[in-house]
């Protein structure tokens, strides 16, 4: 395909929340290398606090504004901002994007149309799959971060051919951006002589956290002196909240919504928990390696990709809680162990998990599709 001057790209998804999935893609619309690429992102459904550092990059963001599971004005909507923005490559990310996204961009004879699958995705239904299993013969890809959610797919009669595998990347920690562990416990109003146990990202039932209250008080009955703080807002918080009350947990958990300093706050946890039941490539636990804080999650496909066990961390299986309680009792204690892992895992992000080298993955592939 011959052209002369930089190739728009449009990515399209249903919202621009603090979610794993949609940071990937700011972090990828802002990242590539506008000599080869002009890109656009297309909100979906609504926008949200990701937006501004779009367009601090010079990104132009376009709201759609879907109001129901099937709208068609939406639809069409896309369609001419599509045809507006005249792009040579449609990226869609998650499902309602994902479906509306490729049949919009089909329709308005967009060179390269790809997708994006980010999760093992186990509510989806019958229809739901077959719409993916219908757009996946029609188009000319999809990416995502797991071989886990390949096999997924291809279970559900997605042929694996259809996806390329790009890891997860997270940006490198802005030194001058640190604050101290007597800083970070004070904002979180724990005591100094804790120990920091977090959590971080939103507060969906397929991250686990119910577990990990009561593994947290399970862990404070024993030693009393731990602390565990989830940094993360959702629509199980009000439910969250009452588990732990009912469960006595308040001395021990935390839960303090989203907070824009979580990064700063980071690297001063003992311990990092990820208890998903389902999942693609985690962010948070690529942060809390690139970070130096131990992790410990459950023994699900995304999280394999990341933890190899007893070496870049420690894996438990989904519900096993007494495990998590007792492996980080043990972690707790040892300093040796820790300082083990967190090398061992460290080594890993910085070897296979930068944010260029996931924006030059996504770039190799676009020219690759284009040049077919």
């Not at 259809?162 to 101290?180: K, V």
């Not at 947990?249 to 980071?266: E, F, N, P």
């Given at each position: 395909m011959n052209r002369t001057g930089p190739i728009p790209v449009c990515l399209i998804v249903p919202t621009l929340d603090q979610g794993g999935a949609e940071k990937q893609l700011v972090m990828l619309a802002c990242g590539l290398d506008r000599s080869l690429f002009t890109p656009s992102v297309i909100v979906l459904t609504r926008t949200g606090p990701l937006e501004?550092?779009?367009?601090?990059?010079?990104?132009?963001?376009?709201?759609?504004?879907?109001?129901?599971?099937?709208?068609?004005?939406?639809?069409?909507?896309?369609?001419?901002?599509i045809r507006r923005i005249k792009p040579d490559i449609v990226h869609?990310?998650?499902?309602?994007?994902?479906?509306?996204?490729?049949?919009?961009?089909?329709?308005?004879k967009v060179p390269v149309v790809v997708g994006s699958e980010r999760s093992v995705d186990p509510w989806k239904g019958t229809w739901q799959l077959t719409i993916d299993r219908f757009l996946a013969k029609r188009t000319h890809g999809i990416s995502?971060?797991?071989?886990?959610?390949?096999?997924?797919?291809?279970?559900?009669?997605?042929?694996?051919?259809?996806?390329?595998?790009?890891?997860?990347?997270?940006?490198?920690?802005?030194?001058?951006?640190?604050?101290?562990?007597?800083?970070?416990?004070?904002?979180?109003?724990?005591?100094?002589?804790?120990?920091?146990?977090?959590?971080?990202?939103?507060l969906w039932h397929q991250k686990g956290y119910k577990d990990l209250i009561w593994s947290a008080e399970m862990l404070r009955i024993l030693r009393n002196d731990i602390s565990y703080v989830v940094l993360g807002e959702g629509p199980e918080r009000q439910r969250l909240e009452s588990y732990r009350d009912?469960?006595?947990?308040?001395?021990?958990?935390?839960?303090?919504?989203?907070?824009?300093?979580?990064?700063?706050?980071?690297?001063?946890?003992d311990l990092f928990w990820n208890g998903?039941?389902?999942?693609?490539?985690?962010?948070?636990?690529?942060?809390?390696?690139?970070?130096?804080?131990?992790?410990?999650a459950t023994d699900i496909p995304g999280n394999r990709d990341l933890i190899e066990n007893e070496k870049t961390g420690i894996l438990f299986q989904v519900g096993d809680v007494d495990r998590l309680m007792r492996i980080s009792n043990q972690l707790l204690d040892d300093s040796q162990e820790r300082s083990r892992l967190i090398q061992s895992a460290s080594e890993l992000v910085a070897r296979q998990h930068s944010a260029s080298m996931m924006i030059q993955r996504h770039q190799d592939w676009y020219l690759k599709l284009l040049n077919r």
């Open positions: 501004s550092q779009l367009r601090s990059a010079g990104v132009d963001v376009h709201v759609i504004g879907k109001n129901a599971t099937a709208d068609p004005w939406a639809w069409y909507q896309l369609l001419r901002t869609t990310w998650i499902f309602a994007a994902n479906a509306y996204g490729r049949t919009a961009a089909l329709c308005a995502t971060n797991s071989q886990g959610v390949v096999d997924f797919y291809h279970t559900h009669g997605v042929d694996e051919s259809n996806f390329t595998i790009i890891p997860n990347g997270i940006e490198p920690r802005q030194a001058d951006q640190e604050i101290s562990r007597q800083s970070a416990f004070e904002r979180l109003g724990i005591p100094a002589s804790h120990k920091l146990i977090l959590s971080i990202g939103r009912n469960i006595r947990g308040g001395a021990a958990v935390h839960l303090l919504g989203h907070r824009t300093d979580a990064k700063q706050i980071l690297p001063h946890a998903s039941l389902y999942e693609g490539q985690s962010n948070g636990i690529l942060e809390a390696m690139q970070a130096g804080v131990p992790v410990l």
